[in-house]
Each structure stands twice: as C-alpha cells, then as structure tokens.
C-alpha cells in the first residue's frame, strides 16, 4: 500500500511528539461536512433576517470529493429549509457518492439515507 506525503508527514511528527491532523481529500469527513451543516444554518439565518427573503427548493453543486454535497444535503435535512441537493458528479459514479455520503451519515449517527437527500448527476463528468 502506497502512503501518501500526508501520511508520512504525520509520522514523522507524531515520532517528535506532535499531535497532527490530516485533513481528508476536499475535507471530506464527518468532521468536515459540519461546516457545510453550518452553512445551511447560515442560509437560514439571511432568510429570516431579510423578512423572508427569497426561497428556494434547490441547492446545485459540483461534487470531487463528496463532502459539500453530503454536508449540505444533511444540513438542508436537518433544517426548516428543506431543499433538495443536486450534486454533478466529476469523476466518479453515483453509487460512489451515495455509499460515501452515506458513510458520512452514518459517521455522525444520523438517521436519514443518503438517496433520500440528493440527487447525483454524472451525465458530464470527465472520463
């Protein structure tokens, strides 16, 4: 199995007493889609402060990596905004994602399934 730089980084300085953290591809962990559950909050909070502000049903991203589709998807659900994630997939397949967002559901204890959440598009991905 090939380490990464990362790896061997975090190694070296876990041998000198440090205590690093290697941030996954595209930060895409349970840790990493809180920011994303952060930002659905966000959303809401300019809504309400704008009186109702403009609504919406849709929320459309690129997906590399799965974290921003799978952190807003989750945070949409678990708020008052409710609105369906649409993720166009780069490179990978949509099983890839549902099982990797799912994953990440899982991760944090949730309740929900990832097809319930989003919808992943492939149709222009790079080949």
């Not at 690093?20 to 300019?46: H, T």
């Not at 678990?78 to 990978?92: E, I, M, P, R, T």
């Not at 994602?97 to 790079?126: P, T």
Request: glycine share 12%.
């Amino acid at each position: 199995m090939d380490e990464t730089l990362a790896d061997l980084l975090k190694k070296k300085l876990m041998k000198e007493g440090r205590n690093p953290y290697v941030i996954p591809l595209g930060g895409s962990n349970s840790l990493g889609i809180w920011g994303y559950i952060e930002a659905i909050s966000e959303i809401e909070q300019q809504i309400q402060s704008n009186c109702g502000g403009p609504q919406f049903d849709d929320i459309v991203v690129a997906c590399g990596s799965g974290g921003t589709m799978a952190g807003l998807s989750l945070g949409s659900k678990l708020s008052n905004l409710k609105a369906k994630v649409h993720a166009f997939s780069v490179w990978d397949d949509p099983n890839y994602f549902y099982n990797f967002v799912q994953g990440l559901i899982d991760g944090l204890g949730a309740r929900s399934d990832a097809h319930d959440l989003v919808e992943i598009q492939d149709e222009f991905k790079v080949s």
